[in-house]
């Protein structure tokens, strides 16, 4: 049973006809009554995004959903999601990790923290943001719950970005809710024959837009926000000025070379450590076959010939640069999308 | 008449002589036992009288008193029989009285007057060489086992008559097949070669084996896990002369020695269900006999699916892991018994197995974090080696895609061997055997470092987030890499590889493994 916090963290309401109710959930067609709130509200100004996936996440989701919040976050942009275990929860980590402003809707009462083990951001998320709900604090999270509070994520995002998601999962609860609040719905794509990947897959059958890098989510986000902006008329961020200032900042930190994308961070400094020779010879020959594919720790001992002593100093070494990462005896390559 | 027989008794794994002092006088024709005897013993007087007239001698009808001294030491099991048979008729003089001068027995009786194998004899054999005794007395079914004992009389017998034969005239009893000393047998039916692939897993059991190290194994269900774990003690260093005699008295005592070799070859495996109780595998009852730890010191234990297991059976296991022994206390007192085991364990990652296969995972994150942390963060901390182990394809297991045939044991073995002798010489007179045994105080003499892998240490510190407890470990199994290398030095590499088999699961859920 979901313990109530101390009374410091009593959430304070904000009823749908005060000046601080985010403007973004006036445009629903059943927006809350009030939101109860720990820390701020998502700034009605400033572009949002909502990272939504399975609670059981491959490693794969985890490093981009993570990713996306972490350089989303780095970009202004506001991280929207709801605090569950896996994608939510690494979006979330992302976010506050690069010092942004992310917020956590709940289906519980704001004075509860569900799921326990997600402690440490209910503690930090009110810092740099707030944590949301619809429900009076000491509701408990019951089930029916959760798709209330996916509308209410949708409604306060520009664009929701799906990470990973089975079949039938609460994810596309989301995604649906995002359609009819009229928002931009993106989906990662995944590999075909993943169970994770199914929902996301199908959701880009159906059309959504293909999440596949930081770059791409931004081109969609700037233009719908400039929009959102003439039609709210608001006066402070998406500004002319503002939204120069923040395509500099992209050009600056994102294209140190001038060159493509983010998500090839890992991969040149992968090859810059091969040209500089601080990499060990068996190290740069692990790291082209994982460029490939995923690998286990037998492929490689039998593709390299090997032997096992080696191979794991080599993949260590690997490890602590940050080149690779490992889950269950499965290596993969960092600069998939990771860093 | 007096008469004073030396038996011994067993406490936990410690033989104490046993005086069992007889006294038969004039009086009430009775019966009397005494002496902190448990009801085993107290049978005794129905075996020994039935026993005695089964052999045609009948007891004077005087009054007949049995103490058996220390009278503060408890007694059990039926091997004060003969003792007592014999001390009732040297006390009635029925035999020379100092005929059983400078003389050891054990044995129980059966109601026909035969003699039936004890458990025990090994190390009451040690004892009583120890204490100066001439002959040891003891049923002809544990001949075998006395015998190991040289340089001490040991003498079987079949039945009263001929205990009765030896000790008024002197005749030997004939020995039918002259009970030669056995030869230990060290044959296994397994072997590695029978493992494709899984290399991984192979070199780190060849590591644990060559330093007794503690192994855990993570995998899917059939990837192997068990298999390698049978495998296990075909590559574990040989026993000494000294170690198969210490858990030979130990599966003595226990009463699981084989008759007809009753003396252990090689390292015992003991592989226990999970059902198993916290006092079946520490030792138990109300005189604790030795348990699975015990039995399987020197030697190796294997939990198989450790999470299965209760939380207090695991969490018995920390201290002996730690010192190497268990400590039971009773209300009679504190027994000590030896528990120097390699732990080797395997676990699934999630109740259902496939987790992180999420096309076939179905386990909730909650179950899986339930699951995994059954096993205590102070448990996984004590494991020195961690292996991912993967399911194996339909080639590999087949073979079809490699040419090469695995490395059979023997060969795994020898350097085995080596790095045993090399551990051998570094450790002589400092009781230490193993790298594993190496004290946190003695590391920087025995593992020293140089500069580079100092760096390499505390970078791997900070980006792997290891535990101050995990500094020692990586330091121990160093060693042991470096002395599979045959290198004096602990160089970078090898402390790359021994921390590359840090322990993974995090006794948390999935979530908790990535910090950004």
């Given amino acids: ?339 | 008449m007096f008469q004073n027989v030396i038996s011994a008794a067993i406490r936990g794994l410690e033989i104490l002589p046993v005086h069992v002092e007889t006294d038969v006088s004039n009086g009430f024709p009775q019966f009397r036992m005494v002496g902190f005897v448990t009801s085993q013993v107290r049978e005794a007087e129905d075996r020994v009288r039935t026993a005695l007239r089964n052999v045609d001698i009948v007891l004077p009808p005087k009054r007949i008193t049995v103490n058996l001294s220390p009278a503060d030491v408890p007694k059990s099991g039926s091997r004060f029989d003969l003792p007592i048979a014999l001390g009732i008729l040297a006390a009635a003089r029925m035999i020379p009285p100092a005929s059983l001068t400078n003389v050891m027995a054990v044995g129980e009786l059966s109601l026909s007057g035969s003699l039936a194998p004890v458990t025990g004899i090994l190390p009451i054999a040690v004892k009583a060489k120890e204490l100066g005794i001439g002959s040891l007395l003891i049923p002809a079914a544990n001949l075998r086992e006395g015998r190991i004992v040289e340089g001490l009389d040991v003498i079987g017998f079949r039945d009263l008559p001929e205990v009765l034969a030896f000790l008024s005239k002197g005749v030997r009893p004939k020995e039918e097949d002259a009970a030669s000393l056995p030869t230990p047998l060290n044959i296994y039916d397994v072997d590695f070669s029978d493992i494709r692939g899984q290399y991984r897993l192979k070199r780190a059991a060849e590591i644990a084996a060559a330093g007794f190290h503690n192994l855990l194994m993570e995998g899917p269900p059939g990837a192997g896990k068990t298999m390698a774990a049978r495998r296990f003690p075909t590559i574990l260093p040989s026993l000494t002369a000294d170690e198969s005699l210490e858990i030979s008295q130990i599966y003595s005592v226990a009463g699981l020695l084989v008759p007809e070799r009753p003396i252990l070859g090689v390292r015992p495996f003991r592989s226990p269900h999970h059902t198993l109780s916290p006092a079946a595998l520490a030792g138990g009852g109300r005189i604790p006999r030795p348990g699975e730890l015990t039995l399987a010191h020197r030697g190796v234990l294997f939990l198989d699916e450790m999470p299965e297991f209760s939380r207090s059976a695991l969490e018995t296991l920390r201290q002996p892991l730690e010192d190497r022994e268990i400590v039971i206390s009773r209300a009679m007192g504190t027994y000590r018994f030896p528990a120097n085991f390699l732990l080797v364990a395997a676990m699934n990652p999630c109740p259902c197995g496939y987790y992180p296969d999420m096309n076939r995972c179905r386990c909730s994150a909650n179950a899986i974090s339930a699951y995994r942390s059954r096993i205590s963060q102070a448990l996984l901390d004590r494991m020195d080696l961690f292996v991912a182990v993967r399911a194996m394809r339909y080639e590999e297991l087949t073979g079809s895609d490699t040419a090469k045939t695995p490395e059979p044991s023997a060969r795994i073995r020898d350097r085995v061997e080596k790095v045993r002798g090399l551990q051998q010489a570094r450790f002589s007179g400092t009781g230490i055997r193993f790298n594993s045994e190496i004290p946190a105080s003695r590391l920087p003499e025995l593992c020293p470092i140089d500069a580079e892998t100092d760096t390499l240490l505390s970078r791997a510190f900070s980006v792997l987030h290891l535990s101050a407890r995990a500094y020692h470990r990586i330091l121990r199994v160093s060693r042991t890499i470096a002395d599979l290398d045959e290198s004096e030095r602990i160089r970078k590499k090898h402390v790359e590889e021994a921390i590359d088999y840090r322990p993974r699961v995090l006794g948390s859920g999935p979530d908790e493994e990535y910090r950004p």
């Avoid at chain 1, 009819?180 to 995944?190: D, L």
């Avoid at chain 1, 169970?195 to 969609?220: K, M, P, R, Y």
């Fill in chain 1, 1 to 339: 049973m979901p313990e109530k916090e101390p009374m410091e963290n009593k959430p304070i309401y904000i009823g749908r006809d005060s000046d601080a109710f985010p403007r973004r959930l006036l445009h629903m067609a059943d927006p809350p009554k009030g939101l109860y709130v720990i820390g701020t509200l998502p700034a009605d100004d400033l572009p949002s995004v909502a990272i939504v996936g399975s609670r059981m996440c491959s490693p794969y989701g985890r490093r981009i959903a993570c990713r996306f919040g972490m350089e989303l976050a780095a970009q202004g942009v506001q991280i929207i999601s709801g605090m569950a275990l896996g994608i939510d929860g690494h979006a979330h980590e992302g976010a506050l990790a690069s010092g942004g402003r992310t917020f956590a809707v709940l289906g519980c009462g704001a004075d509860i923290c569900y799921p326990e083990k997600n402690r440490t951001l209910y503690q930090e998320i009110p810092k740099k943001g707030g944590i949301l709900s619809e429900e009076p604090p000491g509701t408990l999270p019951l089930p029916y719950h959760f798709p209330k509070r996916n509308r209410i994520i949708s409604g306060l995002s520009d664009l929701v970005i799906v990470v990973e998601a089975r079949k039938k999962s609460g994810s596309l609860i989301t995604a649906d809710a995002a359609l009819e609040q009229g928002r931009t719905v993106m989906a990662v794509p995944g590999r075909v024959g993943d169970a994770l990947s199914e929902g996301t897959n199908h959701l880009l059958a159906q059309g959504a837009e293909i999440a596949w890098s930081v770059q791409s989510v931004l081109d969609i986000l700037l233009p719908l926000h400039e929009a959102q902006k003439r039609t709210k008329k608001s006066s402070v961020w998406p500004s002319k000025a503002g939204n120069e200032q923040l395509s500099l900042r992209l050009e600056e930190e994102n294209r140190p070379d001038g060159s493509k994308d983010a998500f090839e961070d890992g991969e040149s400094r992968l090859s810059r450590a091969v040209k500089s020779g601080t990499l060990s010879a068996l190290a740069a020959d692990i790291c082209r076959i994982l460029a490939v594919d995923d690998r286990t720790f037998d492929d490689l001992a039998e593709m390299l010939s090997a032997n096992a002593g080696s191979l794991s100093s080599a993949l260590l070494e690997l490890q602590l640069g940050g080149f690779i990462e490992e889950a269950a005896g499965c290596y993969t390559l960092s600069g998939n999308g990771a860093r």
